[in-house]
């Protein structure tokens, strides 16, 4: 039986529910974030409730526990479940309030923490390469809902999502309204060119957790890191391309809008940043 913390109660799966006067249910008003378990272990835990904090600063809501506290529900909440390797969602919305959009109706936050057993997400397709296609959605506009804020609200991301699955990409692609790369519908996005690898800047992307580890493996083996304002030609005529994140982990990218990237199976670089990813994965993390 799957247990879900909700305000201070594990309860079964089949029972957890929210008021349907929960602004996270009738706006979207709220924060979550997408953490993963790996062999007893949870990946960067400290950083993502970091994340998941900072998003709430952000939209003025308060999360009704300490980061330390929410660290250690996380983990309660996967012992609950004897899960060694899984998904974790820890979710806080706005509360329960009125028909009106006022937050200030909202006395008290809702917290719940989903955790569930996760494989790879892509399959067979971390051997193969993922067919990405760009969107004509734009990403949020970072003086609009800023891409860092990691809120309830993903119409946005979802409304990318469409578009892919209508025009038969297992990824999208979205720029912003400058038509510079943004990111996935749920990763952040690199190009290996000559040897180097470049990434967008965050300020139009969410600061991914994933995405700092694998800068830093690629730092540490000695690759040259550059965070540049990337277009559609950078994609197109990249030597590798690349998406990270919680649930895709490291994935290679060897078509873009029917074009084919590189040789068209996962690059060398690629490849070796897959392995490193998925070594520290295995021997780093919070005992759960």
């Known amino acids: 039986m799957n247990l879900i913390y909700v305000n201070g109660k594990f309860v079964p799966a089949e029972e957890a529910a929210v008021s349907v006067f929960d ?14 378990a790996y062999g007893g272990r949870v990946f960067r835990l400290e950083e993502h409730v970091r994340r998941l904090f900072d998003s709430a600063q952000a939209i ?10 929410m660290c250690e529900k996380i983990r309660e909440t996967l ?19 009125d028909l009106g959009l006022d937050p200030i109706k909202c006395s008290k936050a809702t917290v ?12 067979n397709l971390y051997d193969l390469g993922l067919t990405a296609v760009t969107v004509t959605v734009r990403r949020n506009a970072p003086d609009a809902l800023p891409p860092n804020t990691k809120s309830l609200n993903y119409l ?23 038509g510079n790369l943004s990111e996935g519908s749920g990763d952040n996005i690199f190009i290996v060119r000559d040897g180097k690898i470049y990434t967008p800047h965050t300020i139009n992307n969410l600061k991914g957790i994933t995405r ?6 690629a730092q540490a083996a000695g690759y040259e890191v550059l965070e540049r304002d990337l277009g559609l030609f950078d994609l197109y005529t990249g030597d590798e391309v690349f998406v990270t994140g919680t649930a895709a982990e490291v994935a ?14 996962p690059g060398p670089v690629t490849k070796e940043l897959m392995a490193a990813f998925r070594e520290l994965t295995k021997t780093t993390g919070t005992p759960i």
């Not at 003025?60 to 506290?69: A, G, R, S, W």
């Not at 946005?156 to 400058?178: F, P, S, V």
């Open 212 to 217: 700092e580890s694998v800068i830093e493996l």
């Open 156 to 178: 946005n991301n979802i409304m990318a999502k469409i578009e892919a699955n209508i025009k038969g990409g297992n990824e999208a692609i979205i720029l912003d309204a400058h």
């Open 112 to 123: 719940l923490i989903i955790s569930t057993e996760w494989g790879a997400m892509y399959g």
């Open 23 to 36: 602004h996270g249910f009738l706006y979207g008003d709220g924060v979550f974030e997408g953490i993963r």
């Open 60 to 69: 003025m809501l308060c999360i009704p526990m300490t980061q330390e506290e």
């Open 79 to 97: 012992r609950k479940n004897n899960l060694k390797d899984a998904y974790i969602r820890p979710i806080v919305t706005r509360g329960i309030g």
């Open 252 to 265: 290679p990218i060897t078509k873009v809008d029917g074009r084919t990237i590189g040789k068209g199976v």
